[in-house]
């Protein structure tokens, strides 16, 4: 059925490498949002995304939106300590809610 | 603060217990949602409601049963419930059911459940 995919799953990196995590569905969105989760936290809204091609920043991390809008990326710039926790994209799937991707968990080792 | 509170943070029960989950959201919403998150599935819709009637049911279990009074909070009952059960139970709260621009999901900060 539809649904939003979302790779890696987990990712180590060491503080200061970037970061990128990608958000991939089989069909047009008509707009995407991203949230973070902290550890034992709960997810907060970062962005939505709504036109072809979109680019948004926030300081260090960068949000695209893809073309066809079916994918979605957040890059993060010389990850921090602080960016740690998981990254979720979250998709419409029908006209009354969002389908949230897995997840990609971020560890960054100081 | 997220406008959104839950109660309990961390609840223990028996599996031939009865309990509650109770959601309360301050933002002016019309919508109200229960997700449930495990290590196997991240992030679950169990229910939606917008104006207090029940939109969405996602095939749960009936030892899961939701209750909205009105459109501020929102309670899920536990009954008889599985050890694999256990899990985050996070409520969530946006303007409208909608999934248009704008109308982004603001979650609580959640209800540990422990079944043993």
């Known amino acids: 059925g539809q649904q939003v995919m979302q790779i890696p799953q987990y990712q180590h990196v060491q503080e200061g490498e970037d970061f990128t995590t990608y958000c991939n569905s089989s069909?047009?969105?008509?707009?995407i949002q991203w949230y973070k989760q902290r550890p034992g936290g709960h997810p907060v809204f970062l962005i939505q995304?709504?036109?072809?091609?979109e680019v948004k920043k926030q300081k260090r991390l960068t949000f695209q939106f893809g073309e066809a809008k079916k994918n979605s990326s957040l890059h993060i710039t010389a990850t921090q300590t602080t960016d740690v926790g998981t990254y979720f994209c979250?998709?419409?799937?029908?006209?009354?809610?969002?389908?949230f991707g897995s997840g990609t968990k971020l560890n960054v080792k100081p | 603060e997220t406008g959104v509170t839950q109660t309990p943070r961390h609840l223990v029960m028996g599996m031939t217990n009865k309990k509650s989950l109770k959601c309360e959201q301050h933002?002016?919403?019309?919508?109200m949602y229960w997700y449930k998150q495990s290590a196997k599935k991240p992030l679950e819709l169990m229910f939606v409601?917008?104006?207090?009637?029940?939109?969405e049911n996602n095939s749960v279990p009936s030892r899961f049963s939701p209750e909205c009074p009105n459109s501020s909070h929102l309670f899920l009952h536990l009954h008889t419930l599985q050890p694999e059960d256990s899990a985050l139970y996070l409520c969530?709260?946006?303007?409208?059911?909608?999934?248009?621009?704008?109308?982004?999901?603001?979650f609580g900060e959640g209800s540990w459940l422990t079944v043993v």
């Open positions: 933002l002016g919403h019309n919508a």
């Open positions: 995304l709504v036109k072809s091609g």
């Open positions: 979250a998709g419409p799937i029908n006209f009354n809610k969002f389908y």
């Open positions: 969530a709260s946006s303007q409208d059911t909608g999934t248009g621009s704008g109308n982004t999901i603001y």
């Open positions: 069909t047009t969105l008509s707009n």
């Open positions: 409601y917008s104006l207090e009637e029940r939109v």
